[in-house]
């Protein structure tokens, strides 16, 4: 077991809300990489602590305003259709789940979707190139769907409601700051995820995780806070 920091178990969850980009899947090491090099063509260069201060978890749009707050550039028209591209082209060859998922799927005893800020092009492409489909599909939930996306708690009582489940009986599972604080805005327990490759700079300093949000870098660890969970009891 390898929990970063700790809390009371998790009481009665009878829905489990997982993000995608940097939960499910190990794609923020992508999404940064296209996006670095896209936006450096037009002459924005930003560094990673910016990137995960300013978009990590956010949706398209609020990265589209926050370069133009920023940096003073308008993106073009043709940088979305051209980033989608070479993401999806990067996902094909290289994206892969977090290591573990599909184990602790395979045993998850309660119901689950996602709640992503993704595209549904992105996620529904994601979810095919690594087999995930079988274990979401059709409840997966995008911003696309909400006024507010994250940090609002707009996205995660969509899905609740979706999935006939109230707020105080799901658990979210995010990797994000804003994610973090959209799942606490809609008065959902809450795990933060530390196990994809973006977060080993946080798993090394321990530090910053020290709030009131449990964290864990191993899936089987959700387990150890929810033995009900879990089919194998």
């Known amino acids: 077991m390898d929990l970063v920091n700790t809390m009371p178990e998790l009481n009665d969850i009878k829905l489990v809300i997982f993000d995608c980009d940097g939960v499910l899947i190990d794609s923020e090491g992508l999404s940064k990489r296209e996006l670095l090099v896209l936006l450096k063509t037009l002459g924005v260069n930003i560094s990673d602590d910016y990137f995960e201060a300013n978009f990590l ?68 492409h994601a979810m095919k190139v690594t087999g995930l489909d ?3 599909a059709p409840h997966i939930f995008t911003a696309s769907q909400v006024k507010n996306g994250k940090p609002a708690p707009d996205l995660f009582l ?8 109230d707020a105080k009986h799901c658990l979210v ?21 530390a196990g994809a490759s973006h977060m080993e700079p946080w798993r090394r300093t ?23 969970l879990t089919t194998t009891n």
């Open 173 to 193: 599972i995010e990797d994000s700051p804003a994610g973090i604080q959209g799942a606490k805005a809609a008065n959902m327990q809450v795990i933060r995820f």
């Open 57 to 124: 978890g956010h949706s398209f749009e609020h990265v589209t305003a926050k370069i133009f707050q920023d940096f003073g550039v308008a993106l073009p028209d043709t940088f979305r259709p051209e980033y989608q591209k070479a993401l999806i082209a990067a996902f094909s060859a290289e994206l892969q789940p977090t290591v573990g998922l599909k184990d602790m799927l395979d045993t998850l005893a309660v119901p689950r979707c996602i709640a992503t800020s993704s595209s549904p092009t992105r996620v529904g």
């Open 134 to 136: 079988q274990y979401f």
């Open 158 to 165: 969509h899905a609740a409601q979706n999935m006939g489940v």
């Open 206 to 228: 321990i530090a910053p995780l020290r709030d009131n949000v449990t964290t864990i870098s191993q899936w089987q660890d959700i387990y150890t806070l929810a033995p009900a």
